[in-house]
């Protein structure tokens, strides 16, 4: 089933924001540690995944404008007030835990090599090992982020289904249309674009800075039309 590691992986994050938030009496400073923690590893991951890229011209270029056209649009503040949206509809005691949980949540889950891999392994093979392995790691992420940003993170679900469905759908005919060169060559440079923007996503947890992460999203477009550009000019 072509859809079956995407559903897991949703499902798992659901689960573990609902049991999150049956053990949201977490002490406080247990919390920050263990927020300190989860940054920090982020972190160690965003780096990892920036190293990877071949030319990392690109990365630099595709950031750039990708927070161009981000700032332009200002993705984060509309992210924001969906955020807001979903509170207002569900409820919080704690003023922005809903719209900060979800932002956070959906860009660490969304965000990465293993959603794109995972999604396009499923689709193009059958193969749904990558995605088994993703929703255990975000399942527990999601259990200690609903524990100190709240139950907004549950509401991340959505994006990743919704994200890794669409790849998972497309690659069963990717074969056809994109060859494997160019596709090897795009998710090298997109792992290395979005490992940047989970390392900014790392300082963010460890409260060492407050970077709009969102608006830089548009970088994964722009690597996907230089990568294919430079692809057929030396083609």
Same mark, same amino acid.
Not at 108 to 119: D, E, N, Q, S, Y
């Given at each position: ?5 995407? &559903? ?5 994050? %659901? ?21 300190? %923690? ?7 991951? @965003?780096?990892?995944? +920036?190293?990877?890229?071949?030319? /990392?011209? !690109? ?5 750039? /404008? @990708? ?5 332009? *649009? ?16 569900? @409820? ?8 900060? +949980?979800? #932002?956070?949540?959906? $860009?660490?889950?969304? !965000? ?11 689709? #193009? ?6 995605? /088994?392995?993703?929703? !255990?790691?975000?399942? /527990?992420?999601? $259990? #200690? ?21 669409? #790849?998972?759908?497309? %690659? ?14 795009? &998710? ?14 790392? *300082? ?6 407050? !970077? ?6 548009? +970088? ?16």
């Amino acid at each position: 089933m072509v859809l079956l590691g995407t &559903i897991v992986n949703g499902a798992c994050i %659901a689960a573990g924001s609902f049991l999150g938030k049956l053990l949201h009496r977490i002490p406080e400073r247990m919390k920050a540690t263990v927020m300190y %923690a989860i940054g920090l590893s982020v972190i160690v991951l @965003g780096l990892q995944m +920036g190293l990877k890229s071949n030319n /990392f011209l !690109i990365v630099i270029v595709s950031l750039v /404008f @990708g927070a161009v056209i981000g700032e332009a *649009l200002a993705i984060e503040d509309k992210l924001n007030l969906l955020g807001n949206w979903l509170e207002r509809k569900v @409820g919080s005691e704690e003023k922005g835990s809903i719209a900060e +949980g979800f #932002i956070t949540a959906t $860009l660490v889950f969304v !965000i990465g090599a293993m959603a794109i891999l995972g999604a396009l392994d499923s689709g #193009i093979r059958g193969n749904n090992n990558i995605l /088994f392995t993703k929703s !255990i790691i975000d399942g /527990f992420t999601a $259990l #200690i982020l609903t524990t100190t940003l709240g139950f907004g993170v549950v509401f991340s679900a959505i994006p990743v289904i919704l994200y890794e469905g669409i #790849i998972a759908l497309c %690659a069963t005919q990717i074969n056809h249309f994109v060859p494997k060169e160019l596709m090897n060559s795009f &998710i090298t440079e997109m792992t290395a674009t979005g490992g940047i923007m989970i390392f900014a996503i790392g *300082l963010n947890i460890a409260g060492i800075t407050k !970077i709009r992460v969102a608006n830089f999203l548009p +970088g994964i477009a722009v690597v996907t039309a230089i990568v294919t550009i430079l692809y057929f000019v030396h083609f």
